[in-house]
């Protein structure tokens, strides 16, 4: 072969590795991720989960914490992980010894065998519904969990980050635009003490964002601007936005831009849309909210600020009915599958163009084909008025009623349909034991189904394992962050 040749083919191979890689590692990039939380009375197994996780080709999770049994779950699967450090851990991170003996017992023996990229220190610290408690203790937990990585000969490929709620910034009334983005004044301080050591440690800022959360807090709220087809605009100079959350994420960039870091990676920890618990939640909703930004993801479509790839985490991916209901009764219905890991809805994934009937958990064992109702000669016997009452309010306190009220999937029933649907829920919650279904005599068991129309009423899975994940009752803030930017930066939308 004359030298000509080889080096003409030489340049071909080089040229289709070059092409292959650079196809492979876009694919690997933009591969989607989301949220695993644990926060449900019925968990189904670690390992179930990460096969769901598999089936539908998701190859990014992160967690609220780093529960050893969903480590070892996750060891050899290839997926990516973020996992996590509570809120109420972050005192104890103040101290570098304990930070680097978390960093032991929680990184370095899992390293081998689970692809850990982030650790998320805290979750949303400094929204204003904490009123200060973990604004002096954040950045001191994140310096030394990251000097701990360091120190482990992990920091170059295992960053420490902070999931944080759009709270933090905002744009100035007279100027509620994106371009005019800038971190609250009251942790000012602390916010530029985070960035710079992020962008130090080459780590990525890490963003919740909900539209949902926009649209359920303001009558006002231009209803189409929360999805991504919508027509509501607003006009930055010139740029125009033509849903809330590009403006969101704007919003930081330009908060990000004024500490000299605007080209800071950003992560997007948190997104997603729920399906019952208030009248915008629902099915449809989630189905046109997913249905818009799937495909934005896939197509690397960015933002007006930063087109491009965005790393995305859904939030969530199991429904978790132990959640708290402090911010709304949907908080615990935010997952694309529910409680038992069945899909609630088609959704394209992997951004291939169509959307399909996701895989859902396999072999999953449920209780005894039996509910709990309302005994039909419950008032031959009943000399309290309030007794109904008292025992309905008792059996929504101990188990989760956020599909009864006004627009919900159960918002229809009558007075007999709400409190054998309460009755069931704790019934189900406490096992069905037989006990779980008296209330003063007011309610029996039953093997007929007692669902009506599109009010389903479950039957839980069985061998139920305790929770072991604390959100911090995380949304509470995002409803107030997500609504000073929304309000800023929607004004001129309205």
């Given at each position: 072969?004359?030298n000509r040749r080889k080096q003409r083919t030489t340049a071909i191979i080089f040229l289709y590795i070059t092409i292959s890689t650079v196809y492979l590692n876009s694919r690997d990039v933009s591969a989607l991720g989301v949220n695993w939380?644990?926060?449900?009375?019925?968990?189904?197994?670690?390992?179930?989960?990460?096969?769901?996780?598999?089936?539908?080709?998701?190859?990014?999770?992160?967690?609220?914490?780093?529960?050893?049994?969903?480590?070892?779950?996750?060891?050899?699967?290839?997926?990516?992980?973020?996992?996590?450090?509570?809120?109420?851990?972050?005192?104890?991170?103040?101290?570098?010894?304990?930070?680097?003996?978390?960093?032991?017992?929680?990184?370095?023996?899992?390293?081998?065998?689970?692809?850990?990229?982030?650790?998320?220190?805290?979750?949303?610290?400094?929204?204003?519904?904490?009123?200060?408690?973990?604004?002096?203790?954040?950045?001191?937990?994140?310096?030394?969990?990251?000097?701990?990585?360091?120190?482990?000969?992990?920091?170059?490929?295992?960053?420490?980050?902070?999931?944080?709620?759009?709270?933090?910034?905002?744009?100035?009334?007279?100027?509620?635009?994106?371009?005019?983005?800038?971190?609250?004044?009251?942790?000012?301080?602390?916010?530029?003490?985070?960035?710079?050591?992020?962008?130090?440690?080459?780590?990525?800022?890490?963003?919740?964002?909900?539209?949902?959360?926009?649209?359920?807090?303001?009558?006002?709220?231009?209803?189409?601007?929360?999805?991504?087809?919508?027509?509501?605009?607003?006009?930055?100079?010139?740029?125009?936005?033509?849903?809330?959350?590009?403006?969101?994420?704007?919003?930081?960039?330009?908060?990000?831009?004024?500490?000299?870091?605007?080209?800071?990676?950003?992560?997007?920890?948190?997104?997603?849309?729920?399906?019952?618990?208030?009248?915008?939640?629902?099915?449809?909703?989630?189905?046109?909210?997913?249905?818009?930004?799937?495909?934005?993801?896939?197509?690397?479509?960015?933002?007006?600020?930063?087109?491009?790839?965005?790393?995305?985490?859904?939030?969530?991916?199991?429904?978790?009915?132990?959640?708290?209901?402090?911010?709304?009764?949907?908080?615990?219905?935010?997952?694309?599958?529910?409680?038992?890991?069945?899909?609630?809805?088609?959704?394209?994934?992997?951004?291939?163009?169509?959307?399909?009937?996701?895989?859902?958990?396999?072999?999953?064992?449920?209780?005894?084909?039996?509910?709990?109702?309302?005994?039909?000669?419950?008032?031959?016997?009943?000399?309290?008025?309030?007794?109904?009452?008292?025992?309905?309010?008792?059996?929504?306190?101990?188990?989760?009623?956020?599909?009864?009220?006004?627009?919900?999937?159960?918002?229809?029933?009558?007075?007999?349909?709400?409190?054998?649907?309460?009755?069931?829920?704790?019934?189900?919650?406490?096992?069905?034991?037989?006990?779980?279904?008296?209330?003063?005599?007011?309610?029996?068991?039953?093997?007929?189904?007692?669902?009506?129309?599109?009010?389903?009423?479950?039957?839980?899975?069985?061998?139920?394992?305790?929770?072991?994940?604390?959100?911090?009752?995380?949304?509470?803030?995002?409803?107030?962050?997500?609504?000073?930017?929304?309000?800023?930066?929607?004004?001129?939308?309205?």
């Amino acid at each position: 072969m004359s030298n000509r040749r080889k080096q003409r083919t030489t340049a071909i191979i080089f040229l289709y590795i070059t092409i292959s890689t650079v196809y492979l590692n876009s694919r690997d990039v933009s591969a989607l991720g989301v949220n695993w939380g644990t926060m449900a009375t019925h968990q189904l197994p670690p390992k179930t989960v990460v096969q769901m996780l598999k089936d539908n080709n998701v190859k990014k999770v992160k967690l609220f914490d780093a529960d050893t049994n969903t480590m070892v779950a996750l060891a050899g699967s290839g997926i990516e992980v973020m996992v996590a450090i509570p809120n109420d851990q972050l005192k104890a991170m103040g101290s570098y010894n304990r930070a680097k003996d978390w960093v032991r017992r929680n990184i370095t023996r899992f390293n081998d065998d689970v692809k850990i990229k982030y650790v998320a220190v805290g979750n949303e610290p400094f929204l204003t519904a904490y009123n200060g408690s973990f604004i002096n203790l954040t950045y001191p937990a994140l310096f030394h969990i990251q000097k701990a990585l360091n120190e482990a000969g992990v920091g170059d490929f295992i960053k420490a980050t902070v999931p944080l709620n759009a709270d933090v910034y905002n744009s100035p009334p007279e100027n509620p635009v994106p371009s005019a983005g800038t971190f609250r004044q009251d942790i000012f301080e602390e916010m530029k003490l985070i960035v710079n050591f992020l962008a130090h440690n080459k780590a990525p800022f890490t963003v919740n964002i909900y539209p949902f959360l926009s649209l359920s807090l303001s009558s006002d709220f231009p209803f189409d601007y929360a999805f991504f087809n919508g027509q509501n605009t607003v006009s930055d100079n010139g740029v125009i936005y033509t849903n809330v959350f590009d403006a969101n994420f704007d919003t930081l960039l330009a908060s990000l831009r004024a500490l000299g870091h605007g080209d800071m990676t950003v992560i997007v920890g948190e997104v997603g849309w729920p399906t019952d618990g208030d009248k915008n939640a629902n099915i449809p909703n989630a189905e046109r909210f997913y249905s818009g930004l799937l495909p934005k993801l896939a197509g690397n479509k960015g933002t007006p600020m930063r087109p491009g790839y965005i790393e995305v985490y859904l939030f969530g991916f199991i429904d978790e009915d132990a959640k708290s209901i402090a911010p709304g009764n949907f908080e615990r219905h935010w997952g694309i599958f529910k409680y038992d890991g069945q899909p609630k809805f088609p959704a394209d994934l992997p951004g291939e163009g169509q959307k399909k009937v996701l895989t859902g958990a396999q072999s999953v064992q449920y209780l005894q084909n039996q509910w709990c109702m309302l005994n039909p000669n419950a008032h031959t016997f009943s000399n309290n008025t309030n007794q109904l009452g008292d025992n309905v309010n008792y059996a929504c306190t101990f188990s989760d009623c956020t599909a009864l009220g006004y627009g919900t999937s159960c918002g229809n029933l009558d007075e007999v349909g709400n409190a054998s649907y309460a009755f069931n829920m704790y019934f189900q919650v406490h096992d069905q034991k037989a006990e779980a279904c008296d209330f003063e005599g007011l309610a029996i068991i039953t093997t007929h189904n007692i669902s009506r129309e599109q009010c389903n009423f479950p039957i839980q899975i069985g061998d139920p394992t305790s929770g072991h994940s604390d959100h911090n009752n995380h949304r509470f803030g995002s409803i107030i962050g997500v609504c000073l930017v929304s309000t800023l930066v929607l004004v001129m939308a309205l």
